[in-house]
Nanobody, 124 residues
């Protein structure tokens, strides 16, 4: 029921900051929990961060904790991923995801809607 579109990915240097944006449209989109996942070439998709609409809480993967932050702006129908202190290991295609679970875990199957992805490349 919800459509997602990510943007903002680009080539950056180590230590740079970058903000990704996810536009969410659809019925009752404000009642979806949302998350960011990423996938590097040849690797499996991995969890990055999530926002639970019910508890208003955020969850972060250990690999990015302290460097990344998610922000939900329902008025703008957008979900942001603010990335700081970027490292080469952060390189990959970043996907926005949405699901109806109140408290989703760091698993792809907990989310039913996905964007097409936006590529982030951190030069080394």
């Amino acid at each position: 029921q919800v459509q997602l579109a990510e943007g903002g990915g680009r080539l950056v240097e180590v230590g740079d900051s970058l903000r990704l944006s996810c536009l969410a449209t659809g019925r009752n989109v404000d009642y979806y929990s949302m998350a960011w996942f990423r996938q590097a070439p040849g690797k499996e998709r991995e969890f990055v961060a999530a926002y639970s609409w019910r508890g208003r809480n955020t969850t972060y993967a250990e690999a990015i904790k302290g460097r990344f932050e998610v922000v939900r702006n329902n008025a703008e129908s957008r979900f942001y991923l603010q990335m700081n202190q970027l490292q080469p290991d952060d390189t990959g295609v970043y996907y926005c995801a949405a699901g109806t679970r109140h408290y989703p875990g760091p698993y792809s199957f907990h989310f039913s809607s996905w964007g097409q992805g936006t590529r982030v490349t951190v030069s080394s």
